[in-house]
């Protein structure tokens, strides 16, 4: 199986045309795509945590905006998420060192964070791989699982807070769940169950 090149290798600099975000959309899909290929098993990931039972969906589109300073500017976002996966072995270390190597072949400056091994055996690995224009992977492996977590560079593009404000009076229209007869009976908060992150 082979493994695909990154698109746009080259970093954006200060001043150049900034990303909108359907461009980060889209890098982040074909970075987050690529990181999976290269583990060399592109099925049973997920989106977030594997307990939330979400399989791996870029169309879903459910990422966050973290602010971010590569671009010069204190409005510039990226667009982030991450995948995750039931450990492929025990030891986290091969597929620790075969992401690191691909990132490396990349251009990505890859630095091992945590390499930790406890007296009862279990074992913590995790990388940090990133490009000047504020790509980044973070590789989190246990015995239990694989996280990667995936960032696109920074633009401060209009389009992002535009998208942003439409997500967010979308999440404020959807109707809240009626109260069941037994939450209102009681003398305690309901929880909702919602998180407005």
Request: glycine fraction near 6%.
């Amino acid at each position: 199986m082979s493994v695909p090149a990154l698109r746009d290798p080259s970093p954006q600099t200060p001043g150049t045309p900034q990303k909108t975000i359907t461009e980060l959309l889209t890098q982040w899909a074909d970075l987050t795509n690529a990181a999976i290929a290269a583990t060399g098993d592109t099925e049973g990931w997920y989106r977030g945590p594997i307990q939330n039972n979400r399989p791996w969906d870029p169309a879903a589109e459910e990422v966050s905006l973290p602010p971010c300073g590569t671009v010069g500017a204190k409005t510039a976002h990226q667009v982030s998420n991450d995948v995750t996966h039931i450990a492929f072995e025990d030891d986290p270390h091969p597929i620790a060192d075969k992401l690191t190597a691909y990132w490396e072949s990349q251009g990505f400056t890859v630095e091992r964070t945590v390499d930790w091994t406890s007296p009862s055996g279990k074992m913590d690995v995790a990388i940090r791989a990133t490009r000047p224009d504020g790509v980044f992977y973070g590789l989190g492996v246990t015995s239990e699982i694989v996280s990667i977590d995936v960032s696109t560079e920074c633009s401060t593009h209009p389009s992002i807070q535009s998208w942003a404000r439409e997500r967010s009076l979308r999440n404020l229209n959807t109707p809240s769940p009626s109260p069941s007869p037994a939450a209102s009976a009681t003398t305690e908060e309901p929880d909702d169950g919602f998180f407005w992150g």
